[in-house]
């Protein structure tokens, strides 16, 4: 069983940093990709950023240059360091990740407000 639970999250003012966390219950390894997404009121979830077991990272095109996905085996956590926040960032965040049986798993969420 795999767990994922978020923490981080919560009020900031626009322009701000903020950053995320999400600790596994298991190592890190047995995840091909780890992945940041974000769910605002009355929107589909979307891909906000990844990271694969190669440390290769794809991010969405809105959150290009202001957000960074890192991943610390040693902590079996993935980081989402999020810089010059704008409203629209204000979402709930979940963490996702993939093994390498293609099973999913999610985290259960952390909200993010991002205030003008």
């Known amino acids: 069983q795999v767990h994922l639970v978020e923490s981080g999250g919560g009020l900031v003012q626009a322009g701000g940093s903020l950053r995320l966390s999400c600790a596994a219950s298991?190592?890190?390894?047995?995840?091909?990709?780890m992945d940041w997404y974000r769910q605002a009121p009355g929107k589909q979830r979307e891909l906000v950023a990844e990271i694969t077991s190669g440390d290769s990272t794809n991010y969405a095109d809105s959150v290009k240059g202001r957000f960074t996905i890192s991943r610390d085996n040693a902590k079996n956590t993935v980081y989402l360091q999020m810089n010059s926040l704008k409203p629209e960032d204000t979402a709930v965040y979940y963490c996702?990740?993939?093994?390498?049986?293609?099973?999913?798993?999610w985290g259960q969420g952390t909200q993010l407000t991002v205030s003008s």
């Open positions: 996702h990740a993939t093994d390498w049986g293609s099973n999913h798993y």
């Open positions: 298991r190592s890190l390894f047995l995840f091909k990709a």
